[in-house]
């Protein structure tokens, strides 16, 4: 009998793996795709050549995340390339507010109103980064806090509305660019704790930077696979799991899935019928006849690109696809540009260029058209550079990865309370109905992103129960 079953080897579930492979358990890993990463993946979607990210491509969050970090993942071929700009957000006037490494040249792109507002809202918690990051992923209950102070200071300015943190600055500049952070998870800008989404970004980029995975995200994934078979831990690809009996006989069964499909495998009924899920995107991922032609030079420089003219315009975008439920006509686009920094991921010459806009849960019409008159009014001639483009939406993305319900990609609402507890209001979260059964996926805290740390929070509660059997 093995110790520890895992099913979805995406980075969550690949990570948990890891985890119990480590303490010396007997670990197998079932994956329904052909290859492993969920939302870490790298694949030609439009010409030969051309090496696309379907899912995630900057990672702010990996570069962080305490799980990652204690992994020997460059070991086994993980190399971080940084872009000169880790963000930036162009405006209609040819200018450009960025998210820089140097939190002086972050608040000279404000403005001189603003400059002052921004270095003291980020200072007191630069040199503690480290620390706060395990503390604010860690929670709840999988650790002690190693810095409560700072972790509570932190609490005081994060878990307020964003439009409240907004109020710090007296220009456009530096809401817009904040507003922006906050939809990178589909939340409505006067959401609970949107704040800390915005500010954790923002330290994120300046301590550890933006990157992207030289080669592609599947870099992640594909490193964290050969450490998991390097502890002697088994990968099972082509392996649809549709209920608990489909699986060898092990001491506990540990899901990187959707709550609604742990709920349909594992027979738990209505258990998370309250899970709320949030809007979905549309995504395009294009090959470029040469690099994106914005009108701000900082642009071009920056490895991710957000856009939206103005935070008024970002929140009603935002509004469009989560609570009006239809898609925005000018809409919010997170815009990553790998090749920028990572030439071989195109032909010599030649880019790859990622964007996604906001659209309604389970949404099924196409967004291309007003996602290219998003872009032509910050790179005009952005068509003119499109040699290729794949194009998917919520039906889509939800056919490539289970988890991404109605095209969710965070796999649940971050918004509300379940912000924080998720997938259900308990101090046990990554625990079911089944006590010998466990969920980690990015539905469980501290949320969406990859770097790992639900699975890494997850082992933890299934080898305490190990022990104790």
């Known amino acids: ?48 050549g051309f090496r696309h990210d379907p899912c995630s491509a900057a990672h702010p969050l990996a570069v962080s995340s305490p799980a990652f970090r204690g992994l020997p993942l460059e070991r086994h071929g993980l190399e971080w390339l940084h872009p000169e700009l880790p963000m930036a957000h162009p405006f209609l006037d040819g200018t450009a507010a960025v998210l820089s490494r140097s ?19 980020v200072t007191p918690f630069l040199h503690r980064w480290d620390t706060l990051v395990r503390d604010f992923m860690s929670l709840p209950l999988t ?50 704790a949107t704040s800390a989404i915005g500010l954790v970004f923002a330290l994120a980029a300046h301590t550890r930077g933006w990157p992207v995975a030289r080669g592609g995200s599947q870099a992640i994934s594909d490193a964290l696979a050969a450490h998991l078979r390097e502890l002697g831990g088994t990968v099972h690809t082509d392996y649809e799991v549709k209920r608990l009996d489909d699986l060898p006989p092990a001491r506990a069964y540990v899901f990187d899935t959707s709550p609604t499909a742990l709920a349909r495998i594992a027979g ?26 914005w009108t701000a030079p900082e642009a071009r420089r920056a ?29 919010f686009l997170i815009t990553v540009q790998p090749s920028v920094v990572d030439p071989a991921r195109a032909p010599e010459g030649k880019h790859v ?5 906001h659209v309604p849960h389970g949404w099924t019409g196409d967004l291309t058209d007003a996602i290219e008159r998003q872009l032509e009014r910050f790179a005009p001639g952005f068509r003119d550079r499109v040699l290729a483009r794949a194009t998917a939406g919520p039906p889509e993305l939800a056919a490539r990865n289970a988890n991404y319900v109605g095209g969710d990609i965070a796999t649940g609402a ?3 309370l379940q912000t924080l507890l998720r997938p259900k209001l308990s101090l046990y979260p990554y625990a079911t109905p089944h006590p010998a059964v466990f969920i980690c996926s990015q539905a469980t805290p501290p949320g969406p992103g990859v770097h790992g740390m639900p699975g890494h929070n997850a082992a933890k509660a299934v080898w305490r129960r190990l022990r104790q059997t």
Request: glycine fraction near 14%; proline fraction near 7%; aromatic fraction near 10%.
């Open 1 to 48: 009998m093995l110790d520890a079953v895992v099913v979805g080897a995406g980075p969550n579930g690949l990570t948990a793996a890891v985890e119990l492979a480590r303490r010396g358990f007997s670990v197998a890993l079932f994956e329904a795709k052909g290859t492993v990463g969920g939302g870490a993946r790298t694949e030609e979607l439009t010409l030969p």
């Open 103 to 121: 939190v002086g040249e972050t608040a000279a792109s404000f403005g001189p109103r603003d400059a002052g507002a921004y270095r003291r809202l």
């Open 143 to 192: 650790a002690l806090p190693r810095d409560p102070v700072t972790l509570a200071r932190f609490g005081l300015v994060g878990l307020p509305p964003s439009t409240w943190l907004a109020r710090r600055f007296h220009d456009e500049r530096a809401r817009t660019l904040l507003a922006g952070l906050v939809a990178h998870v589909m939340a409505p800008l006067n959401g609970f």
């Open 268 to 293: 738990f009924g209505d258990h998370y019928a309250r899970y709320r899920y949030g809007p979905g995107v549309f995504k395009i991922d294009y090959a470029l006849d040469g690099p994106v032609p």
């Open 303 to 331: 490895g991710t690109v957000q856009i939206g003219a103005d935070s008024a315009e970002i929140g009603a975008a935002l509004r469009a696809a989560s609570r009006e439920n239809r898609a925005p006509d000018a809409p």
């Open 353 to 357: 260029f990622w964007v996604y806009g």
């Open 414 to 416: 971050v918004s509300g």
